[in-house]
T-cell receptor, first 114, second 112 residues
Framework: NAGVTQTPKFRILKIGQSMTLQCTQD?????MYWYRQDPGMGLKLIYY???????DKGEVPNGYNVSRSTTEDFPLRLELAAPSQTSVYFC?????????????FGPGTRLTVT | LAKTTQPISMDSYEGQEVNITCSHN???????ITWYQQFPSQGPRFIIQ???TKVTNEVASLFIPADRKSSTLSLPRVSLSDTAVYYC?????????????FGSGTRLLVRP
């Protein structure tokens, strides 16, 4: 298993541009998450999904959109990028539904908006 | 959602035991307590998870008192490579909405 993969690893955007951060997991996990982490800070939950077709907002959803059309993929869309969205973005997944679940994290996408 | 509170930072020396406590006063009946470790430029890594009493694995122990309003992560004989940020999370995997929120974490510095 590749686990949780994220693309791209790095990206520089200009203000107002849009992009999609890709996240794929091959573990057949039901629950998937997007976090952002600003320098020196903790992780903030952006959006999460408990299964295909189901998404919900986290702590900081403004400026982002997600979709979950398949179990494997959970893309994060940035519309009209702003400098405040400069951050490292982590995708994570867990099996969900039973106890003893650990979150598996992807390697992250480092995004700079200038 | 149960809010967690941890010390912002801790210092230790190689070979010592380190105990990091997390407060979660409004923990719910179905909530589990999970600890993660994060190194710079990497995603968090699962350390240990428990529901009550004591859980031990090859890297750490987790102590949870009977009232479950706090938990303590114990790292035996730390080394320089244990320098990292440690996060405590509380959540219920069996809930239909498993919204996992990270707190600010505890920055552990291990000195030689």
């Amino acid at each position: 298993n590749a686990g949780v993969t994220q693309t791209p690893k790095f990206r520089i955007l200009k203000i107002g541009q849009s992009m999609t951060l890709q996240c794929t997991q091959d573990m057949n996990h039901n629950y998937m998450y997007w976090y952002r982490q600003d320098p020196g800070m903790g992780l903030k939950l952006i959006y999460y999904s408990v299964g295909a077709g189901i998404t919900d907002k986290g702590e900081v959803p403004n400026g982002y959109n997600v979709s979950r059309s398949t179990t494997e993929d959970f893309p994060l869309r940035l519309e009209l990028a702003a400098p405040s969205q400069t951050s490292v973005y982590f995708c994570a997944s867990i099996p969900g539904g039973t106890g003893g679940d650990e979150q598996y994290f992807g390697p992250g996408t480092r995004l700079t908006v200038t | 959602l149960a809010k967690t509170t941890q010390p912002i930072s801790m210092d230790s020396y190689e070979g010592q035991e380190v105990n990091i406590t997390c407060s979660h006063n409004n923990i719910a009946t179905n909530d589990y307590i999970t600890w993660y470790q994060q190194f710079p430029s990497q995603g968090p890594r699962f350390i240990i998870q428990g529901y009550k009493t004591k859980v031990t694995n090859e890297v750490a122990s987790l102590f949870i008192p009977a009232d479950r309003k706090s938990s303590t992560l114990s790292l035996p004989r730390v080394s320089l490579s244990d320098t990292a940020v440690y996060y405590c999370l509380v959540g219920a995997p069996m809930d239909s909405s498993y919204k996992l929120i990270f707190g600010s974490g505890t920055r552990l510095l291990v000195r030689p």
